[in-house]
């Protein structure tokens, strides 16, 4: 295993190395390759101000819970669990439970992002002005938006990278 | 220009977009925020979209940078088809704004309207051809069910003649098009003119 390959999520998710063909079409793309490893890292960088990375993590882990991406569900919830995260809470978030929650905050944002998997056309301007009304700043709703919509294009490449490697390992 | 095609609620007229909260004044705009607005598109700096997504400028960064090299890229997917999965994902989705870029972008590289007219009308049986019939397939299962995208589906792209490249460049378009969408959807609306 080379260095590179341990640190791009969606290789390590998929279970790409060099020596499968697979490997070797995603990075004639190298440049989308770097760029979605950049964008995560930047939308899950601890010193992000604003939302927390707790928080972040339980936007990912719902938006792949109710995709569903059973790959992705399992990653954000690792990332959970290395973070300390309480397990009541995240099981809360799993089962898909969070109207339960007691955190206002938390609430309104992991609603807007049930929204924004399950129909996006639902969430219209009553939906995005909630935010500001649970006190998330105008920098903090670009983050959740960007955050949910990053995920739902990383579910999408790792499912269909996914379904080309199993292709290769059939023939 | 092209004919105006209006299909339940879809169209491929010249929309524009207004954001629902606050945008980034260009007077009050970092040096960050100005550079990467220069780079995400040419006419970011008046577009209310990127003049919202650039609060968070290291991330707008990133996106624009996947765009461009999944939607513009040499090589591999022609770009028409690269625009047509762009149009099926913003089709089923509902979103209108997407969909109409994408549309006209589709007419300008393929010079026919053909299969716009079907995806708007009914994505599920669209594709004039069957190698669009397949790229239509393709992106709606990719779509509608991550998870259950299984290696026959990619058999039948290849069976339709595209190269592992090509194909890659559709999961790509299609993917890119999940994240757009829930941007321009989710953020602001559709100014029909």
Not at chain 1, 48 to 56: I, K, S
Not at chain 2, 43 to 64: G, M, N, T
Request: glycine share 4%; aromatic share 6%.
């Amino acid at each position: 295993m080379t260095n590179a390959q341990q640190t791009d999520t969606i290789d390590r998710l998929v279970g790409l190395s060099p020596t499968l063909n697979t490997y070797s079409v995603r990075h004639q793309r190298d440049k989308v390759v770097a760029a979605t490893q950049k964008s995560e890292e930047g939308l899950f960088d601890p010193t992000l101000p604003g939302l927390t990375l707790a928080e972040r993590l339980l936007v990912a882990l719902l938006a792949c819970t109710l995709t569903p991406s059973v790959t992705c569900a399992a990653e954000y919830r690792n990332r959970l669990l290395a973070l300390g995260t309480d397990h009541a809470l995240i099981d809360t978030v799993s089962t898909g439970a969070f109207n339960q929650l007691t955190d206002a905050r938390l609430r309104s944002i992991l609603t807007f992002t049930h929204t924004l998997i399950t129909d996006p056309v639902k969430a219209d301007k009553a939906a995005l002005q909630a935010l500001p009304k649970a006190g998330l700043s105008t920098p903090e709703v670009v983050t959740l938006a960007q955050l949910i919509a990053f995920v739902s294009y990383q579910v999408r490449v790792v499912a269909g990278l996914k379904a080309m490697k199993l292709l290769e390992q059939q023939a | 220009m092209s004919d105006l095609i209006e299909i339940k609620g879809f169209t491929n007229a010249t929309l524009g977009w207004k954001a629902w909260l606050d945008v980034v004044s260009l007077d009050s705009a970092t040096a960050e925020q100005i550079a990467v607005l220069e780079e995400s598109h040419p006419k970011a700096k008046v577009s209310d979209y990127y003049l919202f997504l650039v609060h968070q400028p290291e991330v707008l960064k990133q996106r624009s940078v996947a765009f461009n090299a999944i939607m513009y890229a040499p090589g591999g997917m022609p770009r028409a088809e690269r625009e047509l999965g762009a149009t099926v994902v913003s089709r089923l989705n509902g979103c209108v704004y997407c969909a109409s870029v994408h549309a006209q972008r589709f007419e300008q590289l393929a010079k026919r309207t053909d299969a716009v007219i079907e995806v708007f009308n009914d994505p599920h049986t669209a594709g004039p051809s069957e190698r669009e019939r397949a790229i239509v397939q393709f992106s709606i299962a990719l779509t509608s069910a991550p998870d259950a995208v299984s290696p026959a589906d990619i058999q039948a792209l290849k069976d339709v003649g595209l190269t592992e490249l090509e194909i890659l460049d559709l999961m790509h378009s299609v993917a890119i098009f999940a994240w757009a969408n829930r941007l321009m959807l989710n953020l602001g609306e559709p100014v029909f003119p």
